[in-house]
DNA sequence: AAGGAGAAAGTAAGTCCTCACATACTTAAC
DNA sequence: GTTAAGTATGTGAGGACTTACTTTCTCCTT
């Protein structure tokens, strides 16, 4: 036996654990014996946390959809100075992010792939948010007469595109990164283009 | 009893059905009960035809990885006069493609996520390709000054990116199209920005 | 301060079901 | 009548989840 931990630190051991696993290999994927085994504990100890292997995913979606560090730093970053900066900052965050721990997004691809109830609420929590920020942010550049009359969300999720395929590309079909490109020359590159694109 | 099928008939009537349900619902998702149910076959006839559940798998990462019409028609477009036109070509391509049959995106998805052992064979035929395609493409642009000096891949993948984005967004996601926006429209908008962008 | 009752953390060893796959057989085609 | 297409019915492994039990902590009583 390795030690005994408080229930609370338990389950959050737990869904730490899985996490990990489901990420890496799906609800299907993942058994309850893996994660009691990764853990460290024996399978019951599980179910004794949560009723059903499906209640254990789904409290790993309502984890995984609280931190709002990403729309945070990029609603500061809005309070700058230049449209670059602000772009600049969401851009490099979400590399920074994803390639430090890229669970969150492979979590939210396999549970949209494989149609996971809680599936949208993940979605709406992480990533219909962002689009919405920098949607608005666009359309009052608009306004503004900075950038040339285009539909804000759509031209949003454009340049956003362009890091989550960047991601999507190096951390789900495992391409290598050239040593070439530092995240900050990349994401240099996605805005000025961007930005060149979109001004009058 | 339905009717009787040749054997090559029923091969391939059983790695269609196959493709839906594993585009839907992936590998370790599906079942070969489900499968056989769904062609109307008894489960023993799937496996006349293909030894293990991983081969008919295989086989239609294979018959899916061969077909060659996007990059065709992306070539034929390149013959044309304007960068726009070349594009266009490639990106109306993919968005009509996937929105008449989104199985090639979530396949490729799953595959790569799941881990399959071929999933690198099908990245390669189906996407790689296209990436080194419009690359190249770029990178001439560049040489004969009408691109201000880029990285040609990463900004290849950076149009392909917002496209794959949107697509990933309506197919996978399950957000719904603004009816505001057809295909053409949204193509034409990323095209543009795209061009602006990388021009001297 | 000792000690013991009760609660909380933990486990070993099932149960039952589903799944991939196998075997032995039947039906239809040429 | 042989061969190819097809089925009904196993089977063994592995998976989610249970049950009955043990160990360890906590804290109240004397």
Known sequence: MRERLSGEERRRQIVETAVDLF????FRGTTTREIAEAAGISEAMIFKHFATKRELYSAIIEVKSETEQLLASAAKAARGTHDAEVLRA????MLEQTERDPSL??????????G???SEIFF???VRRLH???SSYIRKGVEEGRFRPVDSLIVARGFI???VHYLLIHEVFGVKRPPRASPEEVVELFVSIF???IQR
């Open 90 to 93: 969401v851009g490099l965050k």
């Open 105 to 114: 997004m492979r979590l939210l691809l396999f549970s949209a792939l494989e």
């Open 23 to 26: 990420s890496r290999k799906g």
């Open 116 to 118: 996971h109830e809680l």
């Open 195 to 197: 930005l060149k694109g």
């Open 161 to 163: 595109g362009m890091v």
């Open 124 to 126: 709406e929590s992480r």
């Open 132 to 134: 919405e920020f920098l």
